[in-house]
């Protein structure tokens, strides 16, 4: 839905300005949009409101899926499934956003500010798109000869009498899924951030050195603020794929660990469709107000 | 902001080495405390590295640079006493006027009210008072330079150095805020050095003009001794409007208002035979550009009144004779 709005916005007085001819221009990419994401939001939207029984689903317009899901929640002072499984995905989503965030935004700041000549840039940038030479599940199992019982991290630990046995807490927990988000995501912060930074005139921070700003001071009052793009589109990208993540949350987590993607992946494969489609928009409503605050959170930093 | 302020600035064999070739070479130069000065020269000449090594933001290969009674040349560029304005006035697009002048205040750590208080103060000064809560976006080239003017002055530097500020704005703004600049730096009586490769910039500004070429100092002058006394063949080409000419081993400088055109040749030794090539008419004056005879010179140029060339108009490709008197001939260093 917030993909529509710009475009709603920009072609609107470009048609007023050159008629028919913008519209055709702007058709493909109209149709494209209609077809592959405004059509399937509607028709996940009005799916959560049929009813379903074992064997079929009935058209209707009901609340019930969404009744059924937040039941039993705030009754017994307990949280229930449905808000322990938000929570905990919250919990993911906001450490592996950290993380990426801290992590991207430096290695774009080392590429983009200390690697002087473009040609290093170029390759250490593609540097960092190697692990997208294998799919998400190889760059996953291959933690798991590393961070298993007797996988290569325990071994040494043992060798070193770090400890005495085999930790388990590092595959197939919080730990390890959080590990794989960090592996698998941090480049969807770099390039946007990089993106940002390569965007700033040098001008501007010898400008603030000659001000008296030392490098943390230029950092936060020159190079942050002016990165702010390329953290919010990165941090979008995060935020998006970890809520609606169920392959490294199941893979990673040993299919012990719930999250709102995995509550979904289930539903659907139980066929009940209007159960897992309103799961769905709830997700969609609560990444759309988490960027929605997010914007918001940029924005205020600046004020202080 | 007293224009008694120790703000003599000296250079000291300063040279600035970038691997093999050498940028700045050893060059000698006293900038006198609340003069304006001009470094000139074409792109390359050393001249913006010079700058950059006054202000700071570029190591010193070799040399000293004083200013008053302190040696700068190490030290960190905030704590100089110098004060940059750049190209393109560098303003912190995310920050409004205000914040943009009150940005070297907030680094010290002077409280938000008080900074934000003297930024306004010197925004009125630069008659920016009503645009302080603007974004640089949102400003107009000149009114920009304001703002970059605003902001180089909270850190009251006893020196103000100027990289091209002017190189941004259109022909008119330019004559405009190049009155300007000299407006403030009378009023405000400290040194100022700008950094240009527009001789009449140089001309208009300066108190003393810097005339560099690859590395090295050719000429230190006023804009009248420089015009009227180029030292060397470099210099009278640079600043332009004058006509170096080539005699018995010797070469002269003329300026190209000093010289006649002749349809009937004199008898004069000041003279040589040319062919008129282009004919430019410039509003107070008519450009004659010649093509010289026997090769002693590229080409000449010579400036006439309107109304004397008016009165009887040359023709290209007019045989003339263009004549100078030995007053007017400047001898250069061969």
Known sequence: MSATTPTAKTSAPAARRAGPAAWLQAAPLGLVFLLFF??????????????????ELIPAFTPKNYIAIFEGCGQFGDLCVTLKTYVSTLKFCFLAWIFTLGIGFTVAYFLAFHVRTVAMQTVLFLLCTIPFWTSNVIRMISWIPLLGRNGLVNDMLISLRLVSQPQEWLLFSSFSVVLAFIHLFTIFMIVPIFNSMMRIDRALLEAALDAGATPWQTLWNVIVPLSRTGIIIGSIFVITIVMGDFVTIGV?????????????????????????????????????????ALTRLVDIRKEL | MQPSRQSELELIKLTKRYGNTTAVDAIDLRIPSGSYCCLLGPSGCGKTSTLRMIAGHEDVSDG????????????????????????????????????????????????????????HDLLERVAMGSYAQRKPAELSGGQQQRVALARALITEPSVLLLDEPLSALDPFLRIRMRAELKRWQLELGFTFVHVTHSQEEAMALADQVVVMNGGRIEQVATPHELFNAPASEFVARFMGGHNVVKRNDQTIAIRADRMQLLRTPGQSSHALNATVRGIEYQGTYVLVSLDAEANASDDLSVMLQEAEFFNAPFEVGTSVQVAWSATDAHQLPA
């Open chain 1, 252 to 292: 990673m987590g040993g299919q012990q660990i719930a999250s709102v993607g995995k509550i979904i992946q289930v539903q659907t494969s139980y066929l009940q469709f209007p159960l897992a489609a309103a799961n769905a928009v709830i997700l969609l409503a609560m990444v759309l107000m988490i960027i929605w």
């Open chain 1, 38 to 55: 405004i059509v399937p939001l509607v028709l996940i939207l009005a799916v959560s409101f049929w009813d379903a029984t074992e064997y």
């Open chain 2, 64 to 119: 000293d640079i004083l200013l008053g009674s302190r040696n700068i040349t190490v030290l960190p560029a905030a704590a100089r006493g110098t004060a940059m304005m750049f190209q393109s006035y560098a303003l912190f697009p995310h920050l409004t006027a205000q914040e943009n002048v009150a940005f070297s205040l907030k680094m010290r750590g002077v409280p938000k009210a008080e900074r934000l208080k003297r930024a």
